[in-house]
């Protein structure tokens, strides 16, 4: 029975005066306490890191173990168009905790390094920037995150932390402030040293070559430079070399590394207990508010490589490593909503289940496959426009308010995320800039039948690679890929030999007229259409051209975070929990 109709029903019954005096008194004086529609309720959001949509049960996957997260679905609604608002995590998670397409913060590259690599960087998320951490914390709200950031930690000082969670309306923070990378474990090939030690070298050799002709010419007097020019271009070789030397060998202790709150407590982390320590750190924060309206951001690590797997999973899932690591996600995820249960929390916690973008389809070792599945979607992991790098699942469960088993086939946003929380928690989505994402309550309840997102904008790095058009009349979703990336080899789906897609340049194909998919009918984007094959393409095509020229109307210069020397590595910036270079430590050992 709905929640209203019993509270009148018992209201009728019973608060009549002169019958059952005690129930009258606990009826009357308590009128409005239903426990399904809280004032504030409490928030779990819950973030999976490279997880594929064809990686779950209630997306279609029927041998990879996925019980508690289907029954999640089961309960509550689950959004089959779920785009992430980029395929890679930094910008990805930067527009999630915004709500507005990550090129508005800066956080989107013009480089071919879409994240940030370094903990010891200058990059990171604005401190103007407002996260939905922030409002929720001025609505009274307890907030917490649990596990990886990846958004920056300091701007011009080791402890600044400008970036950090702290300063992001976060109360509390426990976990790594960068994301699992290969080099945290040793055993495989890096992933970071592979892609940045050429570069290094490269602008290292140019540095030094252009310093030394310039001195020359300074001395013997042929142009005249200042020498304050010559010091600054020679610091900023050896910044490069030292970020080039740096790549060899000491990754593991600059970023594969635990925080609680701003004090380092592990660095480098040990692997081995990082699940179990995530986990009860979350745990304990759900029983330490429980009395009081909570918002916690689990931001798993699972299930990004190396696959940091425990012993009691490893062997038991039918896709190798891949599949146990994804089985132990949902492992955990059980216990999170498990201790939601026993704390008798479940009516009045608002839960979201989702993944940063899509699999990384170029991970593996030898033969075997360590990245996920994005079921019928081509592409994945860092490419901006197909749909298998930025469909993901997305699940919300809120019983006695949202109606079970519901499926919602409509074009929906991670960014949207932002003014659902913010508008339950009573707050108010900033006015003095503009927001991408919209409110979901009207769709997930059912008042509204259509998504208020007309067009969605794919970016890799800066670049606009595709647009999607939800045509309201007709309910046709129409998707313009104006550049795609090239793959290697050619058939395969995926960028193997560069180990990840590039945004721009050489690796991608520019399409004009671009390629025009209607994902109504062809969810996959296996077949073009052509103003042959298509009565409306060019009417389609005109009308996505001018949608993005409006876009771009919208958009304002901001600092870039992850321009080359943002993304550099600098001394000055590590986090150190010794006297640096020194720095290592382990927090149980101390005790």
Excluded at 505 to 525: A, I, K, M, R, Y
Aim: glycine share 8%.
């Amino acid at each position: 029975m709905d929640c209203a109709l019993l509270f009148s029903w018992l209201e009728a019954k019973f608060c009549a005066p002169g019958r059952y005096l005690n129930i009258w008194i606990i009826l009357c004086l308590f009128p409005r306490t239903c426990i399904s529609n809280p004032s504030k309720p409490n928030f779990l959001l819950i973030l999976a890191d490279d997880l594929g949509i064809g990686d779950v049960g209630c997306y279609g996957n029927d041998t990879i173990r996925t019980p508690n997260i289907d029954g999640l679905a089961k309960d509550g609604v689950r959004l089959t168009q779920h785009i992430a608002a980029a395929a890679v995590c930094t910008p990805s998670r930067a527009a999630f905790l915004t709500g507005r397409y990550p090129i508005r913060s800066g956080m989107a590259s013009s480089t071919q390094r879409q994240v940030l690599f370094w903990n010891g960087g200058s990059g990171g998320l604005p401190p103007n920037e407002t996260t939905f951490a922030r409002i929720l914390n001025q609505q009274g709200y307890s907030t917490a995150l649990v596990g990886k950031w990846h958004m920056g930690v300091n701007c011009k000082t080791r402890h600044d932390h400008c970036h950090h969670p702290l300063n992001h309306g976060f109360d509390y923070f426990y976990g790594m402030p960068f994301t699992l990378l290969n080099e945290c474990q040793g055993t495989d090939d890096p992933e970071l040293a592979k892609s940045l030690q050429d570069t290094y070298w490269f602008y290292t050799e140019i540095i030094i070559l252009a310093v030394f002709t310039l001195v020359v010419g300074k001395l013997a007097n042929l142009f005249p430079v200042k020498w304050k020019i010559i010091i600054c271009l020679a610091i900023c070789g050896l910044l490069h070399f030292i970020s080039w030397f740096s790549s060899y060998g000491f990754t593991k202790y600059w970023n594969c590394i635990l925080m609680r709150n701003h004090d380092i407590t592990e660095q480098p982390m040990n692997l081995q207990k990082t699940t179990s320590n995530m986990l009860k750190e979350a745990i304990t924060f759900i029983e330490r508010y429980k009395h009081r309206p909570f918002l916690l951001f689990v931001s798993l690590l699972h299930v990004h490589t190396p696959l940091i797997t425990t012993e009691k999973f490893q062997g038991r899932s039918r896709h190798g490593l891949y599949g146990d690591n994804v089985e132990e996600m949902d492992w955990m995820v059980g216990r999170l909503l498990a201790v939601i249960d026993k704390e008798d929390l479940k009516n009045t916690t608002f839960i979201y289940f989702a993944s940063d973008h899509g699999g990384f389809l170029e991970a593996h070792r030898g033969n075997s496959q360590l990245g996920g599945w994005n079921g019928i979607y081509k592409g994945g992991k860092g490419m901006g426009g197909w749909e298998g790098g930025i469909r993901v699942p997305g699940i919300v469960r809120w019983p006695g308010v949202l109606p079970a088993g519901t499926v919602i086939d409509e074009p929906t946003s991670l960014m949207d995320i932002y003014p659902t929380v913010v508008q339950l928690a009573g707050g108010a989505v900033p006015q003095d800039r503009v927001m991408d994402g919209h409110t979901l309550l009207p769709l997930l309840r059912g008042t509204e039948q259509h998504s208020r997102h007309e067009f969605l904008f794919h970016y890799c790095g800066v670049f606009l690679h595709a647009v999607r058009w939800h045509h309201k009349d007709s309910g046709t979703i129409w998707k313009a890929h104006y550049a795609t990336p090239v793959f290697q080899p050619e058939a395969s789906g995926a960028c193997f030999r560069r180990g990840i897609c590039l945004c721009f340049g050489d690796g991608v194909t520019h399409h004009d007229p671009p390629l025009l998919f209607n994902l109504s009918q062809d969810p996959s984007e296996a077949n073009p259409l052509s103003a042959d094959t298509e009565p409306l393409f060019h009417t389609v095509v005109r009308r996505m051209r001018r949608a993005v020229e409006e876009h771009r109307r919208t958009l304002t210069p901001v600092p870039q975070q992850l321009s080359p020397y943002n993304n550099m590595w600098k001394p000055w910036l590590q986090p150190c929990c010794g006297t640096f270079p020194f720095c290592w430590c382990n927090e149980n050992k101390k005790t």
